[in-house]
């Protein structure tokens, strides 16, 4: 398995412009989450996902966009990039189950500059 | 205020020496995680535990529900060890959400 993936690894886009960060994992699992982290923060949920088709906001949505249109793909959509937006993101993905927890996969990270 | 709360923020040790991290939390949890993060990496899950103690070679992870506390250890630190640990815990809520503590940046000297 590889796991979960994350691409672009890194990237620099400037004011106003628009991009997506890909996220895909193959172990089948039904929750997703994008997160955001910097200096000094601990990781900040932007978007999750319980199942495809069906995504709901974390604490820092604004200016993001999601889509579930498979188990797989969990991709994140920035509109309009601010320099607040630099930032690592990480995707992650766990399974679960009424009453049982699992663990979190994190994918590799995106590093976001925006000049 | 943060759900999960981490002490210290920094840590220097030498090789060998014992050390300790803490993590604190205020939300009721279906599980606490340790993580651990390399300079410019990723993100691994070391433990997910709710109740007791685990040990996995030279780390082990304690937890206290009544207090709402864990510590994670590392016996005879090695420089390897240097990275961030990050306290998380998940939730029972909707989304299964975690929250996450700022983390401990660790420094081992040879």
């Known amino acids: 398995n590889a796991g979960v993936t994350q691409t672009p690894k890194f990237r620099i886009l400037k004011i106003g412009q628009s991009m997506t960060l890909q996220c895909t994992q193959d172990m089948n699992h039904n929750y997703m989450y994008w997160y955001r982290q910097d200096p000094g923060m601990g990781l900040k949920l932007i978007y999750y996902?319980?199942?495809?088709?069906?995504?709901d906001k974390g604490e820092v949505p604004n200016g993001y966009n999601v889509s579930r249109s498979t188990t797989e793909d969990f991709p994140l959509r920035l509109e309009l990039a601010a320099p607040s937006q630099t930032s690592v993101y990480f995707c992650?993905?766990?399974?679960?189950?009424?009453?049982?927890?699992?663990?979190?996969?994190f994918g590799p990270g995106t590093r976001l500059t925006v000049t | 205020k943060n759900e999960v709360e981490q002490s210290p923020q920094n840590l220097t040790a030498q090789e060998g020496e014992f050390i300790t991290i803490n993590c604190s939390y205020s939300?009721?949890?279906?599980?606490l995680h340790w993580l651990q993060q390399h300079p410019g990496g990723g993100i691994v899950s070391l433990f997910m535990?709710?109740?007791g103690k685990k040990k996995h070679g030279r780390l082990i992870a304690t937890i206290n529900i009544q207090e709402k506390h864990s510590s994670l250890h590392i016996t005879a630190s090695h420089p390897r060890d240097s990275a961030v640990y990050i306290c998380?815990?998940?939730?029972?809520?909707?989304?299964?959400?975690?929250?996450f503590g700022t983390g401990t940046s660790l420094t081992v000297i040879p």
């Open positions: 992650a993905s766990t399974h679960r189950r009424t009453g049982i927890t699992y663990e979190q996969y």
């Open positions: 998380a815990v998940s939730t029972f809520n909707t989304g299964n959400q975690f929250y």
């Open positions: 996902s319980v199942g495809a088709g069906i995504t």
């Open positions: 939300v009721g949890i279906s599980a």
């Open positions: 535990l709710s109740s």
